[in-house]
């Protein structure tokens, strides 16, 4: 299994940027996917995270900005992330806990993507 993230870049303060995350592989269930993001010389922090049930969380400094979405036929996850402040800027990952199958039994994994850089400029 593989997280592929993408979407990052370079935007001004107050734009907007959509990230993306597909997972690919043999993938039994995704129980749930989100993006958590990291600067330097601080710890990962948790972004946003979307579950089975559609049901949503987020970090209180992007509550009413960002919007974490669903793909589940598609395996993937977006995090629409506007109004993008200075404070915004870091590397974001997403992640899978999910479920795959060998010799007849599940197992629950998780898995992790690439870092996508995003910049806010003020």
């Known amino acids: 299994v593989q997280l592929q993230a993408s979407g990052g870049g370079l935007v001004q303060a107050g734009g907007s940027l959509r990230l993306s995350c597909v997972a690919y592989?043999?993938?039994?269930?995704?129980?749930?996917m989100g993006w958590h993001r990291q600067t330097s010389g601080k710890p990962r922090e948790l972004v946003a995270a979307?579950?089975?049930?559609?049901?949503?969380s987020y970090a209180d400094s992007v509550k009413g900005r960002f919007t974490i979405s669903r793909d589940n036929v598609r395996n993937t996850v977006y995090l629409q992330m506007d109004n993008l402040k200075p404070e915004d800027t870091a590397v974001y990952y997403c992640?899978?806990?999910?479920?795959?199958?060998?010799?007849?039994?599940?197992?629950?994994?998780?898995?992790w993507g690439q870092g996508t850089q995003v910049t806010v400029s003020s």
């Open positions: 992640n899978a806990d999910l479920v795959r199958e060998y010799s007849g039994r599940l197992y629950s994994y998780t898995y």
């Open positions: 979307s579950t089975s049930g559609d049901a949503a």
């Open positions: 592989g043999s993938i039994v269930n995704i129980k749930s």
